[in-house]
């Protein structure tokens, strides 16, 4: 048996529960003091130099125009109509390149898993000729090389229904669902009408951010699949699966944990990286929140504006990727 | 992280209201921050388009030219004696204003034009300087597309450069005429012109010096047409901010001072003979206290004695500049028009220097 100690109370400086405390409490302090220094500054010189936050202007009216609104615009509507225009111009290429993308990167993490080299080569290829190339150039890339390469009027890429022109894409659509009115794409006057429509603004965004997001998630794909031990597709074949079922019943399964955290990322870039639509002159809220922050000068509002929107969207993509997570979490108790 | 760093151009002003400590609270009256900031520093930092052929452009010999960098280098004679004391800074139209706030460019000056939510301490709080071209906002077509007149252009796309009053202005006149149309907005000049050279677009509208001196670099400028409309006033005005009233004011004199040289008939060539005989006739007070043989507008400026001879000297005085950078002796070929001397019925007009 050791001596036992001459005392039995521990003086504070020891005390294992109390130190922390302590420290955690200074570093809270400090923190406070340091934010608190900052935020009396910034508040004091803005209102130096008449800058306060003010949102009144919100509700004046925009005067300019947004191109391609889902909501009605114009240019006699308030600010704040025109930043939600240009948010709902956001979600749509990111929910719609959300899905392009994981369908793409899907393929070709799975075709670098395939039997057939030439596939497998193409697939390596993708990947790393796309994630090495600043996303930036890609959009230029797709808007004014490829895109705006294409005919005008008359002649335009025409398939039945479908019309691909530099204006944008033209599709058929019912123009009236009741009486099943089929109407195609014509021109008049030297531009083409459709129901549906799609500017090559958006279209090169898309294509964008799909093709260089999937080149991400390819290898988020590939290094899940990859994490799934080589006996589970030797067991699979043993019983009699074929290459597909043991991949969609078996391997992709256990592959999806690996896989769904990875995704989460891989999601949240595609959002952010949507803000790049001015270099292709996509509408976005970005390029919205720009012209606004020029004509009203409230650049700090304008900023806490967007930088609230893209937080958001990304806290909620985050939120859903986290939920899926769960779900597809091997349950052990 | 790509967000952030396209937001860079205005977190500067956030960040520097935030570290900055009080330091304009010691103004006191004539002692300008700004002007002692430029000295210590030895240059003048000007933000300039830098791609406008005639207003500011890098040639190959990476030199700027241009009606807007002679502002700078004239500034920059008045305050150093020496015209390439300049770093200039190429801002895009978005960047512009955040980048004079913050502090990063000492002096704006890039076909900006003069509005009042501009210049309002409540808007983007800028300090107007005299207008140096007085511009009108216009758009161009190419020959083949047929296009007469505005109306023509109802349902058809217009590529603008996105954060200039020309997108307003657009916006307004087509409301007007009640012509639906498709604004594409790009975030550089670059850009717009590209798309439009593409044919995304059926017209381009900017000002209309800015088409004509970007038709200059096109492969095929015959084959491009101004509309006869003008759409718009668009005084491009060099500007600096609210917050130092006496930079402000050497800025202003700086160039009302290459205005009045010209009226005075002072040019390059002739400011040495101009001065030696305002030294030798004490008779000339007007000539003598413009040039600083005589009393003090220079020190009441913050700038040296003859501030005005060293600009002159190094840029020439208003009409050359012009001249030189965007007249008939340049690629763009514009009239003088409303950028004439009053006396000529034109708009330059410099208020006394007494």
């Not at chain 1, 705006?148 to 025409?158: E, F, K, M, V």
């Not at chain 2, 000007?46 to 700078?72: E, I, N, R, W």
């Not at chain 2, 509208?205 to 096109?218: E, P």
Request: with cysteine.
């Amino acid at each position: 048996m050791p001596p036992s100690s001459v005392s039995t109370v521990t003086p504070w400086w020891r005390n294992r529960r109390l130190i922390p405390w302590i420290v955690q409490a200074a570093v809270g302090l400090v923190v406070l003091v340091v934010v608190a220094f900052l935020v009396g500054n910034l508040v004091r010189n803005l209102t130096a130099a008449g800058l306060l936050l003010s949102w009144s202007w919100l509700g004046n009216p925009a005067g300019f125009d947004v191109s391609e609104t889902l909501l009605p615009f114009d240019a006699s509507l308030p600010y704040w109509r025109a930043l939600l225009a240009g948010l709902v111009n956001t979600l749509r290429v990111v929910l719609l390149g959300l899905v392009g993308a994981t369908l793409l990167g899907t393929a070709v993490g799975i075709a670098s898993f395939s039997s057939n080299g030439l596939l497998k080569r193409l697939a390596r290829i993708y990947v790393e000729l796309i994630r090495n190339i600043p996303l930036l150039l890609q959009l230029v890339f797709w808007y004014f090389v490829v895109f705006l390469a294409l005919p005008n009027g008359t002649s335009a890429i025409q398939l039945p229904g479908l019309v691909l022109a530099k204006s944008g894409l033209y599709l058929a659509w019912f123009s009236d669902l009741w009486h099943l009115q089929w109407q195609g794409p014509h021109l008049d006057g030297g531009v083409w009408h459709a129901p549906l429509r799609l500017t090559v603004e958006f279209g090169a965004l898309l294509t964008g951010l799909v093709v260089y997001t999937a080149a991400f998630i390819a290898e988020v794909v590939r290094g899940g699949v990859a994490s799934v031990p080589k006996g589970q597709w030797e067991a699979a074949n043993s019983l009699g699966f074929n290459p597909l079922q043991t991949l969609q019943r078996i391997v992709l399964p256990q592959a999806l944990r690996v896989i769904v955290p990875g995704l989460n990322s891989q999601y949240i870039s595609l959002a952010k990286n949507s803000s790049l639509a001015v270099a292709c002159g996509y509408a976005d809220l970005y390029s919205v929140a720009e012209t606004t922050l020029n004509q009203t000068g409230r650049a700090v509002e304008v900023v806490l504006v967007l930088l609230g929107s893209y937080l958001v969207i990304d806290l909620v993509i985050s939120a859903l990727m986290n939920g899926l997570n769960h779900l597809v979490q091997l349950k052990e108790r | 992280m790509l967000l952030l760093r396209r937001l860079a151009a205005s977190l500067p002003l956030i960040a520097s209201m935030a570290l900055v400590g009080c330091a304009s609270d010691g103004g006191s009256g004539i002692q300008s921050q700004k002007l002692a900031t430029i000295k210590a520093r030895g240059k003048l930092i000007c933000g300039v388009d830098g791609k406008l052929p005639g207003f500011s452009f890098v040639g190959s010999d990476g030199q700027y030219t241009g009606l807007d960098a002679d502002v700078c280098r004239a500034t920059a004679a008045a305050l150093f004696g020496d015209p390439s004391k300049v770093d200039y800074r190429d801002l895009n139209s978005s960047e512009r204003f955040a980048a004079l706030a913050s502090g990063e460019v000492d002096l704006l000056s890039r076909n900006t034009t003069e509005t009042l939510s501009r210049d309002a301490a409540g808007g983007n709080g800028l300090s107007f300087a005299p207008t140096t071209f007085y511009d009108g906002q216009g758009v161009m077509t190419p020959n083949a597309s047929g296009v007469k007149a505005l109306k023509d252009l109802a349902g058809k796309p217009i590529c603008v450069e996105s954060g200039t009053t020309t997108e307003l202005n657009l916006a307004d006149r087509m409301r007007e005429l009640k012509a639906a149309y498709t604004p594409l907005k790009f975030q550089t000049g670059d850009q717009t012109y590209a798309a439009y050279l593409q044919g995304r677009c059926v017209a381009v509208t900017s000002d209309r010096s800015q088409l004509a001196a970007k038709r200059t670099s096109f492969p095929d400028p015959a084959g491009h047409t101004l509309l006869p409309e003008v759409l718009s006033k668009e005084p491009l005005t060099p500007a600096t901010t609210n917050a130092d009233p006496a930079w402000a004011d050497a800025v202003r004199w700086t160039i009302y001072a290459l205005m009045q040289a010209e009226e005075l008939g002072i040019t390059q060539a002739n400011i040495d003979a101009k001065l030696a005989e305002a030294k030798a006739n004490p008779n000339q007070a007007d000539l003598r206290r413009f040039l600083g043989v005589e009393g003090e507008f220079g020190k009441q400026l913050g700038l040296p004695p003859d501030f005005v001879v060293k600009a002159v000297k190094a840029t020439g005085n208003y009409g050359e500049i012009f001249e030189r950078n965007v007249g008939m002796g340049s690629k763009l070929k514009l009239e003088r028009g409303s950028n004439r001397q009053w006396k000529e019925g034109g708009l330059i007009y410099s208020p006394p220097f007494r």
